[in-house]
């Protein structure tokens, strides 16, 4: 299966994030997955893609051409597919996934994940997405929707399109079974 992680590209982060993301991406890796992610060294992503590449595991970075400067994007991925735009990225990103994980991370993070929401809802797709909810990171989102689908903005079913936890592990287990 091929999962794409969604998260920060900011160093300027509590190190237990970067634990628990480098963790998600050796076990990515140890269960025979493949990362697809966007293609960075920093903050989360690089965190995700060290830990396959700690097991020796299989990456596909996708990233603009204009984020192609020195210490930006990881060379060593197994695969990297340049694209000219952010919207090119996020649909190959999409198509070349088999599962979505939302790591911690800013409003890139948000839109990635909420665009992939929406298209399941809309039954665009049926792949798997999960959240990881390291140090609660995401409880007040998941509030956010809850309370959005209690007061009638969404249907209440939203939360059958994604699964959350705090363990790596656990998540991974939870979107292979989806």
Known sequence: MNICVYGASSDNIDVMFKTDVNL???????????LVYGGGTGGLMGAVMKGVASVD????????????HD?????????????DTMRERKQIMEQR?????????GIGTYEEFFEILTLRQLKQHSKPIGILNTLGYYD???NLL???????????????????????EELLNMLENM
């Open 24 to 34: 998600l991406g050796r076990c990515i890796a140890q269960k025979g997955h493949t």
């Open 57 to 68: 595991g299989k990456s596909i970075g996708v990233a603009p051409r204009f984020f192609d």
């Open 71 to 83: 210490g930006i994007l990881c060379k060593e991925c197994t695969e990297f597919i340049f694209t």
């Open 97 to 105: 996934s088999d599962a979505f994980i939302m790591v911690a991370g």
């Open 140 to 142: 007040d989102l998941i």
């Open 146 to 168: 809850k309370t959005t689908a209690d007061k009638g903005f969404m249907r209440d079913d939203i939360s059958d399109c994604y699964v959350v936890s705090d363990s790596p």
